[in-house]
C-alpha cells in the first residue's frame, strides 16, 4: 500500500481520520476513473498538478484498514508518533553537528601530533 509521506493525521467533521501529506495538510480526496479502479477513493496532497506536488498518495480504503472501525482512531497516538518523529530527527540533526564538530577538532589534533612528530624527528635526525 502506498503510504502519505507524513505519518499526521487529522479529524474531519465526521470524526473519520484525514491523511496529511509531506507538506503536513490534510490531503485532498479523489475518486478514480481508471478501469482498473474505476470509482475507488483516493488520497493525494492539495497541491498535486500546480508545481509543489509531494507524491503522497494513498488509496482510501487501505488507509482506513489501518485504522479499523471506519477509518476512527485514536488521533492522540497518531500526534504523539509525528511529535516523538520530529524530536528525533532534531536530536539525530543536533548530534550530527556535534559529530561534525567533533571530526574538525580531532582532524586539528592530528594534524598537531603529526606536526611535533616531524618536529621529533627532525630535531633527532639534527642531533645525530
Known sequence: ????????SSLSSNGRVIP???HNVSMKLFVSKSVANPGRKYWKCKFWGKGDDCNAFVWDDEFYDDFGDNGHSDVVS??????????????????EKKMDEL???????LVGFICL????????????
Open 20 to 22: 496529511k501529506c509531506g
Open 103 to 109: 571530526k574538525k577538532k580531532l582532524n586539528y589534533v
Open 1 to 8: 500500500m502506498s503510504q502519505p509521506n507524513c505519518s499526521t
Open 78 to 95: 497518531v500526534e504523539l508518533m509525528s511529535k516523538l518523529e520530529r524530536d528525533i530527527a532534531l536530536k539525530m540533526e543536533a548530534m
Open 117 to 128: 612528530l616531524v618536529h621529533f624527528l627532525l630535531s633527532s635526525c639534527k642531533n645525530s
